[in-house]
């Protein structure tokens, strides 16, 4: 059974940092493009950041551009996004994917071309 588990949400001030882990587990996804998505209370799930099999490329949103940083261990099979400078706004419900297929790029996963979803982890950013 394919599992993506998201760790390391929780509460911080403005200005603060977290980080994320991503934990794949039942295949390797060293192959495959991943990614960061996220959902606020009353709007809809919207991309944050991937980066492809090697991390090699990136592609981030540019509402976090500069503030967030993604990479991976592919050896862990397991992916990171560092979050810097936090808003109120970063406030949501992270959640992990995994590109539908090992032909999808950055792009194609911003454009929602997931194949699997982790549960989520919950940020809440205080001002």
């Known amino acids: 059974q394919v599992q993506l588990v998201e760790s390391g949400g929780g509460l911080v001030q403005g200005g603060g940092s977290l980080r994320l882990s991503c934990a794949a587990s039942?295949?390797?996804?060293?192959?495959?493009?991943m990614g960061w998505f996220r959902q606020a209370p009353g709007k809809e799930r919207e991309f944050v950041a991937a980066?492809?099999?090697?991390?090699?490329?990136?592609y981030y949103a540019d509402s976090v551009k500069g503030r967030f940083t993604i990479s991976r261990d592919n050896a862990k099979n397991t992916v990171y996004l560092q979050m810097n400078s936090l808003k109120p706004e970063d406030t949501a419900v992270y959640y992990c994917?995994?590109?539908?297929?090992?032909?999808?790029?950055?792009?194609?996963?911003?454009?929602?071309?997931?194949?699997?979803w982790g549960q989520g982890t919950q940020v809440t950013v205080s001002s």
């Open positions: 994917a995994a590109a539908a297929t090992s032909q999808h790029s950055v792009r194609t996963m911003a454009d929602g071309f997931v194949g699997y």
């Open positions: 039942g295949r390797s996804f060293s192959s495959y493009a």
């Open positions: 980066l492809n099999w090697s991390g090699g490329s990136t």
